[in-house]
């Protein structure tokens, strides 16, 4: 179940919520839809011409809410996801995708947390969901 993949260039990306992650309905209103971002970001990131498209990637998501929803409770639950993490060895790296209302505050938390790990973590976010033309998501996450 923890085995790397034959390139070693497994990744985790793991999904809270935000605008990176999030839809509008006909009336402009948001909400979070992380399976709906999981498959947009990880299909436009594989049909792009970044040389590394080949990734594989494995999934969690421990939160699905908009970044300005964000609690302490939250944050400890993203602490416990990170914490728990099986087979940490197995990733060359660790994405987050995040809301940008909160992102600073869980950037500074989570700098602290992984003081002592080897594994890089990158939060990305966007200003706009990934459905709009003008979204920086996906150049972000690539």
Known sequence: ?????????????ILTGGTICSV????GIRSSETRQAQ????????????????TEFDYLTPLNILSENMTVKNWNTLLDC????????????????????TLAYTSSLLSLMMT??????ILVSS???LSYESSN??????
Do not use: W
């Not at 509008?24 to 009336?27: I, K, T």
């Not at 498959?39 to 080949?54: A, G, L, M, Q, W």
């Open 1 to 13: 179940m923890c085995a790397k993949n034959e390139n070693g260039k497994k990744i985790l990306l």
């Open 24 to 27: 509008e309905d006909g009336e």
């Open 39 to 54: 498959y947009k970001i990880v299909s436009r990131f594989r049909n792009s011409s970044s040389p590394f498209k080949d």
């Open 82 to 101: 990170l914490r728990d993490v099986p087979c940490r060895d197995t990733y060359k790296g660790i994405i987050m995708l995040h809301g940008t209302d």
């Open 116 to 121: 002592h790990t080897d594994i890089p973590l």
């Open 127 to 129: 200003q706009l969901p």
């Open 137 to 142: 998501g996906n150049a972000n996450f690539r």
